[in-house]
């Protein structure tokens, strides 16, 4: 499986927004070049801006682990900001908090080196996301 880069999965989380935002966003990415740290910058202002129409534990955006596949790395536990994931007692890694996701956020699953990290279709949940 293809690994996302960062980059990639910030695209994916302004797919809905209004067009004079992403272009203000994909200037400022432009002008931050490969400096990681500003880009995570320009990501969590358009975070800041971001709305939801219903609470969040109403929205069913989050990740799914396939525990067949998994290979209990912790890659996505300690990748994750969030905490969405934790570590059971018997060392499988489980999503114990997915209302911690960040609404459109993959930025876990490119990294799983199994392909065992899946999201439902972001399509479905654009109606959920405004932005200020
Ligand atoms: S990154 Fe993938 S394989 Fe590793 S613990 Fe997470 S889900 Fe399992
Ligand atoms: S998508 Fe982002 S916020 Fe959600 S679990 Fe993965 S890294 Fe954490």
Known sequence: MLKKSASLAAWAMMANMPLRLKAEVAIKMLLAGSDEQKRREIMHGVGERRRLTVPRDKIQWHPSIDQKACKRC????????????????????????????????????????????????RRDFYKYIYYV
């Open 74 to 121: 912790k890659i996505c536990l300690n990748f994750c900001p969030k905490g969405v994931y934790s570590e059971e007692s018997d060392g499988s890694i489980a999503v114990t908090h997915p209302h911690e996701c960040v609404m459109l956020c993959t930025g876990c699953e490119g990294r799983c080196p199994e392909g065992a990290i899946s999201f439902p279709d």
